[in-house]
């Protein structure tokens, strides 16, 4: 029974990662990729991914939605809580000001933190509030595309 969940759960962190990727995001798994990721100039959306199953099936379809706008950033990462430990650290000592939550986006501009959207403003939401959410953002700090 044991190996069948670890099989189950291996699945949806396979997906979940995959769903990120197809929407553009470049996966950080180290501590060094997030230094090297966040040291680029201009604006960078870091989803920091998880597998919670309401949270996470508004947060994944939402980082891919959102990227249809007339501004959006010039980067898009992700790092994976609870699978690349160091990654989603380093990317988390960015945040300062904010406890670690997962699922969630944080919008930085020349690795600099400008705003947050944090899993209490995901879980509960429709997607579509997300989109809303980010784009505000984008709007605010991003550049016409």
Known sequence: MNMDFNLFMNDVVTNARQEIVNAGYTEL??????????????????????????????????AAHSLH??????????????QDKDATEAARSFFTGYPPSSPSFALLKDGKLCTMVERHDIEGHEPMAVVQKLQNAFEQYCEDL
């Open 69 to 82: 706008y007339d501004k959006r950033p010039d980067h898009l990462v992700t790092v994976f809580a609870g």
């Open 29 to 62: 798994k180290s501590a060094e990729d997030v230094e090297k990721a966040f040291a680029q100039n201009g604006t960078t959306l870091v989803m920091v991914n998880s597998v919670c199953g309401c949270a996470g099936g508004i947060a994944r379809p939402a």
